[in-house]
Nanobody, 122 residues
Framework: QVQLVESGGGLVQPGGSLRLSCAAS??????????MGWYRQAPGEERELVAT???????NYADSVKGRFIIFRDIVKNTVYLQMNSLKPEDTAVYYC??????????????WGQGTQVTVSA
């Protein structure tokens, strides 16, 4: 059974930093068949993409976080991270880890974590 467990969320002042972690179990990281990413959902809003690392390993970022957030992974630890710097109140949301895996038939399966709350407020 695949489990994704996020941690690192919390309350931070504007301009501060947080690092989110997503530890995966029941699945082995494979950079050639997996897309790893972070999404977020603010109250009353749709869930939106924050950052992904696709199979070509070139990170993608939402325009709203470019230059402030960094996504990276540790293959040995089966963990994907989101380093968030220069946080703004509009970054307040529940952040979700996501892993999409392609099987040998070319079909994709998506796994989600339970989410971790990030609140940016003075």
């Amino acid at each position: 059974q695949v489990q994704l467990v996020e941690s690192g969320g919390g309350l931070v002042q504007p301009g501060g930093s947080l690092r989110l972690s997503c530890a995966a179990s029941g699945i082995r990281f494979n950079v050639y068949t997996m897309i790893m990413g972070w999404y977020r959902q603010a109250p009353g809003e749709e869930r939106e993409l924050v950052a992904t690392i696709p199979t070509n390993s070139i990170p993608n970022y939402a325009d709203s976080v470019k230059g402030r957030f960094i996504i990276f992974r540790d293959i040995v630890k089966n963990t994907v991270y989101l380093q968030m710097n220069s946080l703004k109140p509009e970054d307040t949301a529940v952040y979700y880890c996501n892993i999409q895996e392609r099987n040998s038939f070319g079909l994709w399966t998506s796994y989600w974590g339970q989410g971790t709350q990030v609140t940016v407020s003075a």
